[in-house]
């Protein structure tokens, strides 16, 4: 796996290190006009009402953790109990000028089956480049669920980094949203170590406007008998970007993988771009493994049905978006996580008489 | 209710309909047959509103208006239908959400008020009755993972919710076995009205034993070439369209 950057990365030589190492156009440009500008360390700070609004959930009053730019006051390590749903929330919160902040912390689950939900929100104004790492570890026989919520407003920058390790026997299952900031970046390392190891990823993410969001999933297998899954859809409108690098390794000795992933992205308008990339890396023999990877647009055919029954066409294409979109979540058992979900797709996903 | 003059369609470059005429009231029932390539899904297509048609000559009037002018999902509030060929599937898009946005859509366009969820459900739920159509079909996605019959029985089971005043029925026999034949002829014949045309599209003979037309149209190469009543569709099934070209011959020597 990939180890994080030095805690100065972001002075620029580092960061041209890094780049060069991806070699990816757009988040080069992208990271390079953010650090055009100068950031102060974010102080901890007041959340505005409006914010507290977003994450304020009757059901997770008393089961929730808030930490606002990041701040270091709260626990690094979380250990779940049993049973355990917790609700985690990173608010960006921009002050006079722009500021940046930093943040680790690690996740781990002993026993049992937990679930997290993740939110990452902003309020609008000075631009806010957070950067946050977390190492998960489920041991062996342990379930864990984790959905992460993004919605960010365009002053927002935030580069997300989680290292994920499976033991033997346990699984791993996670739902990701992302919407808007200014740059995301989220990489999802995951490593299978101990033999019949499960991990599954479904995802959606949707640059809009200006928006650059940038994905790199690593599955790999270092295991026998494990098993990954990881399905993430695309939907870039207006000028959004999006890159989708999936990767699969199976590790020599790591006989009986099964491992898949693929990828669809529909593009809304002619500005807008996805690059999807899918690797494959087995050094191992038995193994089963597929990708695939697909951009495209709305479906003619689809479109023209749901019109010829009556749909308006810029209804009959939100519908099509969000159809395309809630297909990725068809496996989310959990109810909450599923209701989050929906409702963050249901207010954020290109509405009717919105897209070109 | 419907009338087709000199109709004259391209898609891409090449004429596909060479001048159809045809004229359809309401409480008729119409059958279009011909072999493969005669253009009659084209038709179907055209009247419903797809994209990639080029209209080089005549015209279609619809209750009084140009119905070429309107958009797909105005020939829908119109009381126009079309039940496809081939279904499309939508996953992520599910049917009651659907369907409930179609006829709330039709209501709006047409003036009327429009259905609350319990009004709808009632709707559907005497519908999917009347077909013999299983409740679990509304939670599914739009025909994803649908049997070939099940997606024309869908078809069948939209136009009874809808309640179109012009019906096209685009081979919705192909595919179906003698049971699933019935039940989409049933769902037909439990519409036939005063105020309700179908045009009926198909290969065979064996759909119009069960609904049973009041004139029958025989399409070849882009032509209606011949016009009667349902005996035209016996003598169809038994000499073959060969039968039809080489009168058309004739005819034209």
């Known amino acids: 796996m990939r180890g994080l950057p030095s805690a100065s990365w972001l002075a620029l030589p580092e960061m041209d290190a890094v780049l060069d190492k991806e070699a990816w156009r757009y988040s080069e440009r992208a990271w390079q006009a953010l650090h055009a500008q100068k950031f102060i360390a974010a102080p901890a700070s007041e959340l505005p009402s409006a914010l507290v609004e977003r994450f304020d959930w009757p059901e997770t009053r008393d089961r929730r953790i808030v930490c606002v730019n990041g701040d270091p006051a709260l626990s690094a390590d979380l250990r779940l109990r049993d049973g355990e749903r917790l609700h985690l929330i990173f608010a960006n919160v921009s002050a006079a000028q722009p500021q940046r902040w930093r943040r680790e912390f690690a996740i781990?689950?002993?026993?049992?089956?937990?679930?997290?939900?993740?939110?990452?929100?902003?309020?609008?104004?000075?631009?806010?480049?957070?950067?946050?790492?977390?190492?998960?570890?489920?041991?062996?026989?342990?379930q864990l669920h984790i959905t992460t919520l993004c919605d960010l407003p365009d002053s927002v920058s935030l580069y997300r980094q989680e290292q994920v390790e499976v033991g033997a026997g346990a699984q791993y299952q996670s739902a990701h949203v992302l919407f808007g900031g200014?740059?995301?970046?989220?990489?999802?390392?995951?490593?299978?170590?101990?033999?019949?190891?499960?991990?599954?990823?479904?995802?959606?993410?949707?640059?809009?406007?200006?928006?650059?969001?940038?994905?790199?999933?690593?599955?790999?297998?270092s295991a026998r008998d494990t098993r990954s899954d990881v399905l993430w859809r695309g939907v870039a409108d207006q000028r959004g970007r999006g890159i989708l690098h999936g990767?699969?390794?199976?590790?020599?000795?790591?006989?009986?993988?099964?491992?898949?992933l693929q990828t669809k992205n529909l593009l809304l308008s002619p500005h807008a771009e996805i690059d999807a990339?899918?690797?494959?890396?087995i050094y191992a023999?038995?193994?089963?493994?597929?990708?695939?990877?697909?951009?495209?647009?709305?479906?003619?055919?689809?479109?023209?049905?749901?019109?010829?029954?009556?749909?308006?066409?810029?209804?009959?294409?939100?519908?099509?978006?969000s159809g395309f979109c809630r297909e990725a979540f068809d496996g989310v058992a959990d109810a909450e996580s599923r209701a989050r979900i929906e409702a963050l797709l249901a207010e954020r996903l290109p509405q009717a008489g919105e897209t070109a | 209710m419907l009338k087709i003059d000199n109709l004259h369609v391209r898609v891409a470059g090449k004429e596909i309909l060479k001048g159809i005429a045809l004229?359809?009231?309401?409480?008729?029932?119409?059958?279009?047959?011909?072999?493969?390539?005669a253009g009659k899904s084209t038709l179907g297509n055209v009247l419903a509103g797809r994209d990639g048609y080029e209209l080089t000559q005549g015209s279609v009037r619809y209750n009084g208006t140009d119905l070429l002018e309107l958009a797909p999902e105005q020939r829908a509030a119109a009381g126009v239908f079309l039940a496809f060929q081939y279904p499309v599937e939508i996953p992520g898009v599910n049917n009651t959400y659907f369907l409930k946005a179609a006829l709330n859509a039709q209501r709006k366009?047409?003036?009327?008020?429009?259905?609350?969820?319990?009004?709808?459900?009632?709707?559907?739920?005497?519908?999917?009755?009347?077909?013999?159509?299983?409740?679990?079909?509304?939670?599914?996605?739009?025909?994803a993972g649908f049997s070939g019959g099940e997606k024309k029985?869908?078809?069948?089971?939209?136009?009874?919710?809808?309640?179109?005043?012009?019906?096209?029925?685009?081979?919705?026999?192909?595919?179906?076995?003698?049971?699933?034949?019935?039940?989409?002829?049933?769902?037909?014949?439990?519409?036939?009205?005063?105020?309700?045309a179908f045009i009926v599209i198909t290969h065979y003979q064996r759909l119009l034993d069960y609904i049973v037309p009041d004139f029958v149209h025989v399409m070849v190469d882009g032509r209606i070439v011949e016009s009667g009543d349902k005996s035209l569709a016996l003598k169809l099934e038994e000499h073959g369209y060969a039968w039809i070209a080489e009168r058309k011959l004739v005819g034209a020597a």
């Open chain 1, 277 to 281: 990339q899918p690797v494959l890396e």
């Open chain 2, 153 to 196: 029985r869908n078809e069948i089971f939209q136009m009874a919710l809808l309640q179109p005043q012009l019906a096209i029925l685009d081979e919705t026999d192909s595919g179906l076995d003698i049971d699933a034949l019935k039940m989409v002829a049933d769902g037909v014949n439990a519409m036939r009205d005063p105020k309700r």
């Open chain 2, 109 to 143: 366009y047409r003036g009327e008020a429009e259905l609350d969820s319990m009004q709808f459900l009632k709707a559907v739920r005497e519908k999917l009755r009347v077909l013999h159509i299983s409740d679990d079909l509304m939670n599914r996605a739009v025909n």
């Open chain 2, 23 to 37: 004229q359809v009231n309401a409480g008729e029932v119409h059958a279009i047959m011909g072999p493969n390539g």
């Open chain 1, 285 to 321: 023999d038995e193994v089963k493994a597929s990708h695939g990877a697909t951009v495209g647009q709305l479906d003619e055919r689809a479109l023209f049905y749901l019109r010829s029954r009556g749909v308006p066409l810029a209804a009959a294409r939100s519908l099509l978006i």
């Open chain 1, 182 to 221: 200014r740059l995301q970046r989220f990489d999802l390392d995951v490593e299978m170590v101990g033999a019949g190891a499960d991990y599954s990823a479904r995802g959606v993410f949707a640059p809009r406007a200006r928006a650059h969001i940038d994905v790199h999933l690593d599955a790999r297998h």
């Open chain 1, 108 to 142: 781990s689950l002993e026993h049992g089956s937990a679930q997290v939900i993740e939110q990452h929100i902003g309020s609008a104004g000075a631009d806010v480049l957070g950067e946050l790492s977390s190492r998960v570890h489920v041991a062996p026989g342990a």
């Open chain 1, 247 to 260: 990767a699969i390794t199976v590790a020599a000795g790591a006989d009986g993988a099964d491992a898949r």
